[in-house]
Nanobody
């Protein structure tokens, strides 16, 4: 059983930065893949970025060059550094851990970018 707790969200002006953290209660060392997803009001939850146990990363086209995902297995934490934020980045951001055959989600953290 893994519990994920996100933090670091908030209100920021366009062009600003935030760093989200996802702290896992159990070891994520064996997690096949960790990811950040976001869900804007009235829209589906979509992948923002992911990182595998081999540190291969994947990004949505809309965030490439602005967001960076990283993981610290010693601290059981995954980060999402978000730079050059835009109003369209406004959403609830969720952390996800894939430990086959299970998938775990955090409760989400709100990110609001004002224009």
């Amino acid at each position: 059983q893994v519990q994920l707790v996100e933090s670091g969200g908030g209100l920021v002006q366009a062009g600003g930065s935030l760093r989200l953290s996802c702290a896992a209660s159990g070891s994520i060392f064996s997690a096949n893949r960790m990811g950040w997803y976001r869900q804007a009001p009235g829209k589906q939850r979509v992948l923002v970025a992911s990182i595998t146990s081999g540190l291969t990363t994947n990004y949505a086209d809309s965030v490439k060059g602005r967001f960076t995902i990283s993981r610290d297995s010693a601290r059981n934490t995954v980060y999402l550094q978000m730079n050059s934020l835009k109003p369209e980045d406004t959403a609830v951001y969720f952390c996800r851990a894939d430990l086959a055959p299970y998938v775990y989600w955090g409760q989400g953290t709100q990110v609001t970018v004002s224009s």
